[in-house]
């Protein structure tokens, strides 16, 4: 089951080795395209494979391939389900690593046909090997993984370290004429008899139909890059003090673990290549803890409820309000049992732990199950165009909750609208259910605090040294003054008590970790919410 959740994010936590060392940025200076493209449609089928993985077709060195859309990383890897078509070997290899496996081969060059566009020498991941992956992903409808995120993010880029590595859309954009560098996409719903949405994505053109999502927020997501230092994404903060809103109507209160985020706001990262999205553990207990019969699956890492559950949640954006359709928010494309038999459904706001940020520099990963909420633009901006300006996200909700209601009377409640029987009322926030923190989860929360501290440990040690010299200055200078006969033996008699001196000064770090108030990590661990500092999770 795991199987199905994952891909992309992962590619973060491989890179707290490449934390110190920043990649040099890529200026973009004004570039010849590397072909130039007829386009033919702009508006690109997506396919989706029980509402857990959608994809596009894309041709490569003259063979059709299918690859997942990835808005969570920025490289293209393909594994040839059957012939593998002659393309140039860079002689240059790499794995890039996700959620669910790694994809390992060689970075070869080929040309590629998207929808239009044809790109003369695109480089990317020829893998060989997929028997990493924890499924068989040709049998779930694809062979490979294009990724659309920042090209500043992307590992084949690195590695030829020349504008030969860029992106696929890097190199699409070169193409189009004018600033307006986005790509926009809409997700259906399978099993939603009440939506009428095709699955779909466009490049530098608006879904017909959809236009107004220009009259929605810009929201900038450099503003948090900049925040946060860290590795580029599609990414944004919650709004203040109401991100998200839990099924009672309440503002779900949850501390972010981003250090450097703003109180009251959470970091959410926009990815695509997430089945389900990935919330703080308090914020999936405070959605689905609070339900009768649910259940936590400890080896899934996710929370088990009856299907007929209807629970409402929204999350605000740029001061917008996203509702999550209630056929989101409790899955049903899974056939999962209880451990009684019973036919039960899946929480899709899973606890963030396979994608955990060890370095805290993000909270949430809104995955499929939200976007199908929303129609999305993702604005390259500078990334792509030096003149242009930040890159943005902009969202429009394409949920109507009362809408959203009969649907789920429909789908899950076989036309009957009991949704107000006591038997879906939720329990007191006393009695809700707390999901156990995982010990791997435990680790990484310890480790985690161990990083965010350590200039604080550094500050305690260089403190305990200083004083140490302060000591021993002392004694030599000052001291001498009055004992004018030192000896060696009263020397070495120093010398011991000192030694005993500093054992019990070694607690000095803790002293350091502990008074540090700049890190709201001060308060001791919480089991019940997995989080440090006051209870992380509180109903309003
Ligand atoms: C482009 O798309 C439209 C509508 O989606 C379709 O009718 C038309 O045949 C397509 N054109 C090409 C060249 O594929
Ligand atoms: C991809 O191509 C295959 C056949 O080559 C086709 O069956 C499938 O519908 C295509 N998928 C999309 C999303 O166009
Ligand atoms: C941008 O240019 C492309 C062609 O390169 C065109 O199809 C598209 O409609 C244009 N978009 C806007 C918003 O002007
Ligand atoms: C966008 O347009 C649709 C229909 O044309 C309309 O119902 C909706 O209110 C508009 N949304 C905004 C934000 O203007
Ligand atoms: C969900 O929200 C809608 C709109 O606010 C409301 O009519 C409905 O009663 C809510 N349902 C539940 C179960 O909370
Ligand atoms: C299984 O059934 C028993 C008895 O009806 C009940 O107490 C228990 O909560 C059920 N377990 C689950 C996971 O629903």
Same mark, same amino acid.
């Given at each position: 089951?795991?199987? &199905?959740?994952?891909?992309?994010?992962?590619?973060?936590?491989?890179?707290?080795?490449?934390?110190?060392?920043?990649?040099?940025?890529?200026?973009?200076?004004?570039?010849?395209?590397?072909?130039?493209?007829?386009?033919?449609?702009?508006?690109? *089928?997506?396919?989706?494979? #029980?509402?857990?993985?959608?994809?596009?077709?894309?041709?490569?060195?003259?063979?059709?391939?299918?690859?997942?859309?990835?808005?969570?990383?920025?490289?293209?890897?393909?594994?040839?389900?059957?012939?593998? *078509?002659?393309?140039?070997?860079?002689?240059?290899?790499?794995?890039?690593?996700?959620?669910?496996?790694?994809?390992?081969?060689?970075?070869?060059?080929?040309?590629?046909?998207?929808?239009?566009?044809?790109?003369?020498?695109?480089?990317?991941?020829?893998?060989?090997?997929?028997?990493? =992956?924890?499924?068989? $992903?040709?049998?779930?409808?694809?062979?490979?993984?294009?990724?659309?995120?920042?090209?500043?993010?992307?590992?084949?880029?690195?590695?030829?370290?020349?504008?030969?590595?860029?992106?696929?859309?890097?190199?699409?954009?070169?193409?189009?004429?004018?600033?307006?560098?986005?790509?926009?996409?809409?997700?259906?719903?399978?099993?939603?008899? #009440?939506?009428?949405?095709?699955?779909?994505?466009?490049?530098?053109?608006?879904?017909?139909?959809?236009?107004?999502?220009?009259?929605?927020?810009?929201?900038?997501?450099?503003?948090?890059?900049?925040?946060?230092?860290?590795?580029?994404?599609?990414?944004?903060?919650?709004?203040?003090?109401?991100?998200? %809103?839990?099924?009672?109507?309440?503002?779900?209160?949850?501390?972010?673990?981003?250090?450097?985020?703003?109180?009251?706001?959470?970091?959410?990262?926009?990815?695509?290549?997430?089945?389900?999205?990935?919330?703080?553990?308090?914020?999936?207990?405070?959605?689905? #803890?609070?339900?009768?019969?649910?259940?936590?699956?400890?080896?899934?890492?996710?929370?088990?409820?009856?299907?007929?559950?209807?629970?409402?949640?929204?999350?605000?954006?740029?001061?917008?309000?996203?509702?999550?359709?209630? &056929?989101?928010?409790?899955?049903?494309?899974?056939?999962?049992?209880?451990?009684?038999?019973?036919?039960?459904?899946?929480?899709?706001?899973?606890?963030?732990?396979?994608?955990?940020?060890?370095?805290?520099?993000?909270?949430?990963?809104?995955?499929?199950?939200?976007?199908?909420?929303?129609?999305?633009?993702?604005?390259?901006?500078?990334?792509?165009?030096?003149?242009?300006?930040?890159?943005?996200?902009?969202?429009?909700?394409?949920?109507?909750?009362?809408?959203?209601?009969?649907?789920?009377?429909?789908?899950?409640?076989?036309?009957?609208?009991?949704?107000?029987?006591?038997?879906?009322?939720?329990?007191?926030?006393?009695?809700?259910?707390?999901?156990?923190?995982?010990?791997?989860?435990?680790?990484?929360?310890?480790?985690?605090?161990?990083?965010?501290?350590?200039?604080? %440990?550094?500050?305690?040690?260089?403190?305990?040294?200083?004083? $140490?010299?302060?000591?021993?200055?002392?004694?030599?200078?000052?001291?001498?003054? #009055?004992?004018?006969?030192?000896?060696?033996?009263?020397?070495?008699?120093? =010398?011991?008590?000192?030694?005993?001196?500093?054992?019990?000064?070694?607690?000095?770090?803790?002293?350091?970790?502990?008074?540090?108030?700049?890190?709201?990590?001060?308060?001791?661990?919480?089991?019940?919410?997995?989080?440090?500092?006051?209870?992380?999770?509180?109903?309003?």
């Amino acid at each position: 089951m795991q199987s &199905l959740i994952p891909l992309s994010l992962i590619l973060t936590i491989f890179d707290v080795v490449a934390y110190a060392v920043k990649l040099p940025l890529h200026v973009r200076t004004t570039r010849q395209p590397r072909s130039v493209g007829r386009r033919a449609n702009t508006t690109i *089928p997506v396919s989706n494979y #029980g509402n857990a993985e959608y994809y596009s077709n894309i041709t490569i060195a003259g063979q059709e391939v299918s690859v997942l859309l990835d808005t969570g990383s920025s490289d293209l890897w393909v594994n040839f389900p059957d012939t593998t *078509p002659t393309t140039t070997d860079t002689g240059k290899s790499l794995t890039l690593s996700y959620a669910i496996g790694s994809a390992s081969g060689d970075i070869h060059t080929a040309s590629v046909e998207f929808y239009g566009y044809s790109i003369t020498s695109q480089a990317f991941l020829l893998v060989t090997d997929t028997s990493s =992956f924890s499924t068989d $992903i040709h049998s779930q409808g694809y062979d490979g993984l294009m990724g659309l995120g920042p090209n500043e993010g992307s590992r084949v880029l690195d590695k030829l370290n020349s504008d030969s590595g860029d992106s696929v859309l890097t190199n699409i954009f070169s193409q189009v004429s004018n600033s307006s560098k986005f790509i926009s996409f809409l997700l259906d719903r399978s099993g939603d008899p #009440g939506s009428s949405i095709t699955g779909q994505l466009t490049i530098s053109e608006y879904v017909e139909g959809y236009e107004n999502i220009t009259s929605m927020p810009e929201i900038d997501v450099e503003d948090v890059h900049k925040l946060l230092e860290s590795e580029q994404h599609w990414q944004a903060l919650t709004d203040k003090n109401n991100g998200v %809103i839990g099924p009672d109507g309440e503002v779900i209160q949850t501390d972010s673990i981003v250090p450097k985020a703003p109180d009251g706001q959470l970091v959410a990262v926009f990815d695509s290549g997430f089945t389900f999205t990935q919330v703080p553990r308090a914020m999936s207990d405070a959605i689905y #803890g609070r339900v009768q019969g649910a259940s936590y699956d400890s080896d899934n890492e996710w929370w088990t409820i009856p299907c007929g559950q209807l629970l409402n949640v929204s999350f605000n954006f740029g001061g917008q309000n996203y509702p999550v359709h209630p &056929l989101d928010t409790v899955d049903d494309n899974f056939d999962i049992k209880n451990a009684n038999g019973s036919r039960v459904c899946i929480g899709a706001f899973q606890p963030i732990t396979t994608a955990f940020s060890i370095l805290g520099n993000y909270d949430m990963i809104m995955g499929m199950n939200f976007l199908r909420n929303t129609y999305t633009l993702m604005n390259y901006g500078n990334w792509v165009d030096d003149n242009a300006n930040d890159p943005y996200l902009q969202l429009l909700s394409i949920t109507n909750v009362e809408d959203a209601h009969t649907d789920f009377v429909n789908v899950r409640l076989g036309g009957s609208d009991t949704t107000s029987d006591t038997k879906w009322d939720l329990v007191s926030t006393a009695d809700m259910q707390h999901s156990p923190v995982s010990a791997e989860e435990k680790k990484k929360l310890y480790e985690e605090m161990i990083l965010s501290r350590w200039p604080y %440990i550094l500050a305690g040690c260089l403190a305990f040294i200083l004083i $140490i010299i302060g000591l021993i200055i002392w004694r030599c200078c000052c001291r001498r003054k #009055g004992v004018k006969t030192a000896n060696t033996a009263k020397k070495g008699l120093w =010398f011991r008590k000192n030694k005993a001196a500093s054992t019990s000064y070694l607690p000095l770090q803790d002293q350091g970790m502990r008074d540090s108030s700049t890190v709201d990590v001060s308060v001791p661990y919480d089991p019940h919410t997995g989080h440090f500092g006051n209870a992380g999770y509180k109903a309003l």
